[in-house]
């Protein structure tokens, strides 16, 4: 082996990826409606959200459409369940940045337990 340290990075990576891939698997696999895969996103971005007294804050860059292809849902349905998470207060947006100020609130309503 020329470069050990080279094959442990590639293959942590790998794992990395693999990981992600079967999350993504999970989430469009086990999950019934659209608005439970929608909170699930949002709600594993809340892993590295910044928690402010308002909330969680994400940074979401992604479009509807992109988060929609993420999920399995068209890009219309992601963007009516974001006006309906707002209308219901579930969650606030301004432009890519999402503040979820009561998860258990938004998990209750996607009828996650």
């Known amino acids: ?6 094959y442990v990075n ?6 990395l ?9 999970r989430r469009l696999g086990l999950t019934v ?5 929608l909170v699930r996103f949002l709600l594993e971005q809340c892993v590295v959200a910044q928690q402010t007294e308002r ?5 979401c860059g ?6 929609g292809e993420c999920i399995g849902v068209a890009r219309e349905t992601v963007t009516r369940l974001f006006s309906d998470f707002r209308s219901r207060e579930l969650l606030e947006s301004r432009g890519s940045t ?5 998860r258990r609130a938004l998990e209750a309503y996607a ?3």
């Not at 909330?55 to 940074?59: L, P, S, V």
């Not at 992604?62 to 988060?67: F, M, P, R, S, Y």
């Not at 999402?98 to 009561?102: A, E, P, Q, R």
Request: proline letters at 2%; hydrophobic letters at 40%.
């Open 55 to 59: 909330g969680a804050r994400i940074f």
């Open 17 to 25: 990826e693999c990981a992600r891939a079967c999350e993504q698997v």
């Open 62 to 67: 992604l479009t509807h459409e992109e988060i």
């Open 10 to 15: 590639v293959a942590r990576e790998l794992c």
């Open 98 to 102: 999402l503040i979820i100020s009561d």
């Open 1 to 6: 082996m020329r470069h050990p340290s080279a």
């Open 111 to 113: 009828g996650i337990q």
């Open 33 to 37: 409606t659209a608005s439970e895969k």
